[in-house]
């Protein structure tokens, strides 16, 4: 999960950001990345549509407003999360045009952003996350099994649907999909989604079609780490439910 966190009250960022990390960890989250931003305008400095899941927004800032911020979120990315964290619900109505996700009231506590993360349904959004290609394609990442370069082309292979080719560079993908932790380079080309492997066969990833793929000799030890570890987080975020 990759947060955004905005509020010109240093020590209300600092509090919030340990709240939210500490319940991404206890959810299973182990590949979160939390951002703060003391300031509407250094946040707009760096954003870039598709950059974050989730974004959590003083309304009452110094400089531009929080509704103001999201605004201008909004003329380019209607994906991400958008939470305002405010102490009275003065732009409730605005919150509406912007298509805000949740009020979190100040002061924070762990129960209130418990509350904000489950409300939220993030495993839900999980599902529906999708990359764009260079080419215009769009791609739902838990549709992808596993990808494969050859010959200036990529194929994804899908659970859904058809495979999808794409005379886009390996590269360009690895960067997408491998910014998830589930995805991994495991051979030279290929990529595999850690949630379609059935098993683990020596140096082989059985895949949920059916389909063998090889772990390299050179990768072989980050990629079994980066499986066993998505594996126990699966495991110990079942046991949370």
Known sequence: MRVAIVDDDNELLDSLSGLISNEL?????????ISKFNSG???LEVFKAGDFDLIVLDIFMGGILGIDVARKIRESDNDARIV????????????????AHYYLHKPFTEKSVKSMLDRLNLDSYEVAKHITL???????????IYTEYFGHSVTI?????????????????????????YFSCCTKGVIVNF??????????FLMSNGDLVPISRRKSKDVIDAYSKFKFDQLRKEALK
């Not at 305002?84 to 109505?93: D, H, I, K, R, V």
């Open 84 to 99: 305002f964290c405010t102490t009275s619900n003065e732009f409730a109505s605005e919150s509406y045009e912007v298509n």
């Open 157 to 181: 292979h899908c659970k859904r649907g058809e495979d999808i080719s794409a005379r886009v560079l390996h590269s360009e993908v690895e960067s997408l999909l491998c910014e998830n932790s």
């Open 195 to 204: 949630h379609e492997v059935k098993s683990l066969n020596g140096n082989d």
């Open 41 to 43: 305008e250094a946040f």
């Open 134 to 144: 260079s080419n215009g394609q769009s791609v739902i990442l838990r549709n992808v």
């Open 25 to 33: 960890l206890a959810i299973g989250d182990s590949s979160k990345r």
